[in-house]
């Protein structure tokens, strides 16, 4: 459908400041995957609407149609009563496609799971009491599978100590989990109410926010990244966190990539277009001139990051960022790459045809994860 607004009364409310604003439309197709989403983002139990067999896993995390899901199985048997306890002697819930899903699919028992998008790591489960011999349901806070954390290297889950290991398995947070990977999906996780609280800015913020935007001439006062014809991809940061402290010593100009990098930001959705186009122009300014691992945490994708914990592990060359190659008509951007071996890994799969008819080696995340011996042999 097409929805026509009418904007006169905000026209009339910036006009004092001298902005040029002209009548335009928004577009909205509505279809039945709209309320499909709104389920999965209230988190509801959706295994009799979605089929097991549409969850994409191929690259490496789970989703649904470009919206995050976790896959377990809410028949707890007879431990039901235990698990309502102590979550932690339940089933583990799975976020990626790890060696215990590809076990259920190839032994058929994958039917059992149920499909569920809940961020606050409460789990729906029902099981049989054994001593009343009667069925018991309730909410759980399960465990995240320890599989699913060591194939996405999540946080150098593969790598590091037990201990280490343990504390992330029993302080993990489904919610930032699914901020880390945000690139994968077409939109976050709905906000908490803390968050939503949390977001409300003073009526005069869209003023304050540009003038001070145009004072740094649009430039990141963090990676020092000009923006001028971007000027959407610069925001204004509030240091102490507290949106109505406007003072100019609690303001920082900061691009968006560099604004979701900043500490109880993650929920701040930052598109993975969005993120290529500021490496792109962090390349073409001279930022990436003297590059290493360190450098590559801080300015890349944070869906990559576990990729490039394994990386650095083995020694492998540093990756660079920003890079584009024009195949055919069209310049396709890359999200790690190679160039001396002509290697590439792509988040988004869409460009990997191109890439390769142009002579390029290209994973998908998801595959240079699980193919990881075959990967470094390229990269070398």
């Not at 890079?323 to 999200?335: F, G, H, P, T």
Request: proline residues 3%; glycine residues 6%; charged residues 25%.
């Amino acid at each position: 459908m097409k929805l026509t607004v009418d904007f006169s009364a905000l026209f009339r409310a910036v006009a004092p400041l001298n902005y040029a604003v002209d009548d335009f439309e928004i577009a909205s197709q509505t279809t039945e995957l709209d309320s499909v989403a709104k389920d999965l983002a209230i988190g509801q139990v959706l295994g009799g609407d979605i089929q097991l067999e549409d969850i994409d896993g191929s690259q490496g995390i789970l989703n649904y149609d470009g919206h995050q899901v976790m896959l377990y199985i809410p028949d707890q048997y007879q431990k039901i009563v235990e698990v309502l306890h102590n979550g932690q002697q339940g089933r583990k819930v799975h976020v990626a496609e790890c060696s215990t899903l590809e076990s259920m699919r190839n032994s058929g028992r994958f039917s059992r799971y149920d499909v569920i998008s809940r961020m606050d790591g409460l789990f729906p489960v029902f099981g049989i009491d054994p001593t009343t011999n009667r069925e018991t349901s309730g909410e759980a806070r399960l465990n995240v599978c320890k599989n699913c954390l060591k194939i996405l290297n999540y946080r150098g889950f593969e790598v590091i100590p037990w201990v280490e290991k343990n504390a992330i398995v029993s302080q993990f947070d489904f919610e930032a989990f699914f901020e880390t990977y945000s690139s994968f999906f077409k939109s976050l996780p709905e906000a908490s109410e803390t968050q939503t609280k949390a977001a409300d800015y003073t009526p005069d913020w869209s003023a304050i926010s540009s003038r001070y935007r145009r004072e740094l001439d649009y430039h990141c006062e963090h990676c020092g990244v000009y923006l001028k014809d971007y000027t959407r991809l610069l925001h204004v940061h509030h240091i102490n966190g507290n949106k109505t402290d406007n003072r100019r010593e609690n303001l920082r100009g900061l691009c968006a990539d560099c604004h979701k990098k900043q500490p109880h930001h993650g929920h701040l959705h930052v598109s993975r277009d969005d993120a290529l186009t500021i490496n792109t122009l962090r390349r073409e300014q001279h930022k990436f001139d003297v590059f290493d691992y360190d450098r590559l945490q801080a300015f890349s994708d944070t869906a990559l990051e576990g990729l490039n914990r394994k990386c650095r592990h083995y020694n492998l060359p540093t990756p660079d960022l920003g890079v584009m190659v024009k195949c055919s008509q069209k310049l396709v951007s890359i999200d790690l790459a190679w160039p001396r071996r002509k290697v590439a890994v792509l988040i988004n799969p869409e460009d990997q045809p191109l890439l390769q008819a142009t002579g390029w080696t290209v994973f998908t995340l998801g595959a240079a994860m699980k193919q990881f011996e075959l990967f470094q042999n390229k990269v070398r």
